[in-house]
């Protein structure tokens, strides 16, 4: 649970190295891409459809499994979250949300693997950087809530048609007749605009703050005794079971309610 002495009673500059070190990125040949945020993401994408197909082939109407009874459990949890949230009919939302908290959960908890095991594993074959926590990664969590303000403008189109959303876009919030109305235009557009990227920005930014900060504290308790290591890990990655899972479950109720507003007219 904890993580390996990795470093020894190093100085200083050692501990900076090793910090350094452990917050550096796999990237691309041209800087641009964080390969081990893109490929740990999509495989543990890949576990979740795995699992969760898995459970729906051995589905029983009699005795469930443990499988059954863990995805029926998580499917209630989002399902419950979904009915007192989302009051329109999509056949999509519920879908999402799981996805959204079953896929950011895999990813949080990514966080619970020793600072140094995977990156010694992959240093055999000749990788020297790894970070392994794909929401600690400000790119990552920015593209998925760039994925939320599509869904929530493909949302909106769809349930008031495109010239209801636009003209929702410059007579909402101050609604007005006559030269007021034309007046208010743009003070609607441009609250529209910073409510609509408001939502983004708070969905990533609170996602890669927790875990980022989850992250670097792993990475200091590597650098103590292995004695310390387990007195501070052990109480710490137990506490940060519950930020793994409310991180998660609070970016996929965040994009449900943001839906919900989509198809509201106002």
């Known amino acids: 649970m904890t993580t390996e002495h990795a470093t020894g009673h190093a100085g200083p500059a050692n501990a900076t190295e090793y910090i350094q070190h452990h917050l550096s990125h796999l990237q691309s040949a041209d800087g641009t891409i964080n390969l081990d945020t893109f490929w740990v993401s999509a495989i543990l994408g890949l576990v979740f459809l795995g699992i969760f197909s898995m459970a729906s082939r051995r589905a029983t109407a009699g005795v469930p499994g443990k499988l059954q009874n863990f995805v029926e ?35 949080n908890a990514m966080d619970f693997l020793p600072v140094d095991a995977l990156p010694r594993v992959l240093e055999l074959f000749g990788v020297h950087k790894l970070r392994v926590v794909p929401t600690a990664d400000v790119n990552h969590t920015f593209g998925m809530s760039i994925g939320v303000l599509l869904c929530i403008i493909g949302f909106s189109i769809k349930a008031k048609g495109i010239g209801g959303w636009g003209k929702e876009l410059f007579t909402a919030p101050f609604h007005a007749h006559g030269p007021a109305a034309i007046l208010l235009a743009p003070i609607n557009f441009l609250f529209q605009m910073l409510e609509l990227l408001a939502k983004p920005i708070s969905l990533s930014l609170r996602l890669f703050g927790n875990m980022y900060a989850g992250e670097l504290i ?35 109720a965040l994009t449900v309610v943001y839906l919900s507003l989509a198809v509201e007219k106002h």
């Not at 650098?223 to 998660?248: D, E, K």
């Open 73 to 107: 459990w998580v499917m209630e949890l989002v399902n419950d979250t979904v009915n007192s949230a989302f009051h329109a009919k999509s056949a999509v939302i519920a879908p999402l949300a799981i996805t959204i908290f079953v896929w950011v959960w895999l990813m």
């Open 218 to 252: 792993f990475i200091l308790i590597a650098l103590l005794p292995w004695w310390a290591q387990w007195l501070l890990g052990g109480p710490w990655a137990i506490f940060h079971i519950l930020i793994v899972t409310l991180q998660a479950f609070v970016f996929m």
